[in-house]
């Protein structure tokens, strides 16, 4: 989920990852390779085509304003299957071909997310010119940047220059 998110273009990060074919077809490529991984299953990536970008971009837009705390603008089915493993397991898999595939395992991840009390911490970087997406690992839950080194040291700086900018402007105003 955080890695789909972090497919769109950050200036100094990477190019839109969805605007392409070839780029989407990569990204979509490792993400699957990943998710199955992490399950123990081995599944190809679902192939798409163009009309299929503009429906990937439309679901990151979305699950943008999702972690954002906006309303998500009603409500959308998603197809996904309760599949029972061969250890008794019940386990949530997703359904469809293409892109609807990614978007089922993308909600399906939501809804873990949500039920284990981790979504919450998915969170977008406070330095607008940044905007990664990140999981907060703080133990109060309050981080505001994706990189504290990087956009964090930065905004911090910014915010020290103009207090002393101010307290010097204040320092030279002579009482009359």
Known sequence: MQDFLNTRG??????DLLADISLAHDWVAGAVL??????????PPPTFDDAALV????????????VNGEAPGGPSAVPASLVLSDDGAVRLEPTG??????????????LLSQQAGTWR???QCHNHHCGSTFYDRSK???GVWHDVKTCGNAANLRASRARRREREAGSTVSPQ
């Open 97 to 110: 071909s293409g892109w609807r595939w990614l978007a089922s395992a993308l909600w399906a991840e939501i």
């Open 55 to 66: 429906k990937l971009r439309a679901l990151r837009s979305k699950l943008d304003s999702l």
């Open 10 to 15: 950050i200036a100094g990060y990477g190019p």
């Open 121 to 123: 911490r998915i969170k």
């Open 34 to 43: 990943a998710w199955s991984a992490a399950r123990g299953v081995d599944l």
């Open 140 to 142: 109060n839950n309050s």
